[in-house]
């Protein structure tokens, strides 16, 4: 068994869409960044490549690649589901923090793990998701931006 953690945070601003855990949010802002900004799939494709003693999303989706622009998490998780493969491991579960003031997360939750559970190939209660507020303290708690933490466990083939 191998265990990782990962780490993400993105600036919200507006006139960019609110993806979070591969699923579209309705919002008035969204999480900037060269790809689609999505923190918690990025925390956790960290927590996955960690695992595995592979490094970091920046060495393996550099933000200097054209080709990663506007990308989603879903295109991360199928290169890193390879890399674990070649490695002889597999995702065995994943869980996660995700810090936002606004929107709520809690209607959204289900559709996030369903989505999450359906790229990574786990089951639906392999893959946690836990919604917290920074209660109104620092850049996340005035709405100004959004962070996730995960940690992934992987098992042999
Ligand atoms: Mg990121």
Redesign the pocket.
């Given at each position: 068994m191998r265990v990782g953690i990962g780490f993400?945070?993105?600036r919200l601003i507006e006139g960019r869409k609110l993806i979070l855990g591969l699923v579209e949010i309705p919002f008035e802002r969204g999480?900037a960044?060269?790809?689609d900004?999505?923190?918690l799939?990025?925390?956790i494709a960290d927590a996955l490549l960690g695992a595995a003693g592979l490094g970091d999303?920046g060495q393996h989706f550099p933000?200097s690649d054209p080709a990663w622009s506007g990308a989603s998490g879903a295109v991360f998780f199928s290169r890193i589901l390879e890399l674990l493969r070649e490695k002889g491991y597999r995702p065995a579960s994943v869980d996660t923090v995700v810090i936002l003031e606004r929107p709520k997360l809690a209607p959204h939750r289900d559709a996030i793990r369903q989505a999450l559970a359906a790229a990574l190939g786990l089951d639906c209660d392999a893959v946690n998701i836990k919604a917290k507020t920074a209660e109104g303290l620092g850049e996340i708690g005035h709405g100004q931006a959004a962070a996730a933490h995960a940690i992934a466990v992987l098992e042999p083939l």
């Open positions: 993400d945070s993105h999480l960044g060269h790809s900004g999505d923190v799939s990025h925390a999303i933000d």
